[in-house]
């Protein structure tokens, strides 16, 4: 069983469109992220949420846009795709144990959007 | 502003050595420091967690150490093999600053060949 899944796996598309990725875990974890994997493999998180409650949201452009239905489900739509949103997006989840410790995260795959 | 750093960006070793894959942060100030792996095409498998009051954590061939005052922990693999092929990431989970974040690495790329 995957712990934590994300789909599509690979997603192209042309400048201008809007996408969603989704992402469901089912570890019972209470905190799902949204990491950016740049084209030189540098991870850098986007958003975080609790119980479906937004935690962190990181600089980045209100064009990206996470919605989360239920605390096991955390998916990330895109409007107006630029050329520069093409990179990998990995979601992560977490039990969030106590103040700021936390559990080991739990990578899902991974989803490559190349922008065209 | 809590920076990481992975030395060296590359290793590549013949089968069976014993290798130390080095990470190193500037604010000491932590909750805890994770170690992943990253296969290509794929997501990040969680090694090790050591908590700020831990030195070490140990599974299988793999030891990780932690010394906060430093800022600095390592991550040792004894025995290597060509399965252990992969980029290596540390992260640390900050104590001050949004405690939920973890700040990556650039990570190790390691090349174990037979």
């Known amino acids: 069983d995957t712990a934590v899944s994300q789909t599509p796996k690979y997603l192209v598309t042309q400048m201008g469109n809007d996408k969603s990725i989704k992402c469901e875990q089912n570890?019972?974890?209470?905190?799902m992220y949204w990491y950016k994997q740049d084209s030189k493999k540098f991870l850098k998180i986007m958003f975080s949420?609790?119980?479906?409650?937004?935690?962190i949201n990181e600089t980045v452009p209100n064009r990206f846009s996470p919605k989360s239905p239920d605390k096991a489900h955390l998916n990330l739509h895109i409007n107006s795709l630029e050329l520069g949103d093409s990179a990998v997006y990995f979601c992560?989840?977490?039990?969030?144990?106590?103040?700021?410790?936390?559990?080991?995260?739990?990578f899902g795959n991974g989803t490559r959007l190349t922008v065209t | 502003k809590q920076e990481v750093t992975q030395i060296p960006a590359a290793l590549s070793v013949p089968e069976g050595e014993n290798l130390v894959l080095n990470c190193s942060f500037t604010d000491s100030a932590i909750y805890n420091l994770q170690w992943f792996r990253q296969d290509p095409g794929k997501g990040l498998t969680s090694l090790l967690l050591i908590q700020s009051s831990q030195r070490e954590q140990t599974s299988g061939r793999l030891n990780a150490s932690l010394d906060k005052s430093s800022g600095r922990s390592t991550l040792y693999i004894a025995a290597s093999q060509p399965g252990d092929s992969a980029t290596y990431l540390c992260?640390?989970?900050?104590?001050?600053?949004?405690?939920?974040?973890?700040?990556f690495g650039t990570g190790t790329r390691l090349q174990v060949f037979p």
């Open positions: 949420y609790n119980n479906k409650e937004l935690i």
């Open positions: 992560a989840s977490s039990q969030f144990t106590r103040q700021g410790a936390g559990s080991p995260l739990h």
């Open positions: 992260a640390v989970k900050g104590l001050f600053y949004n405690t939920d974040k973890l700040i």
């Open positions: 570890l019972g974890h209470d905190t």
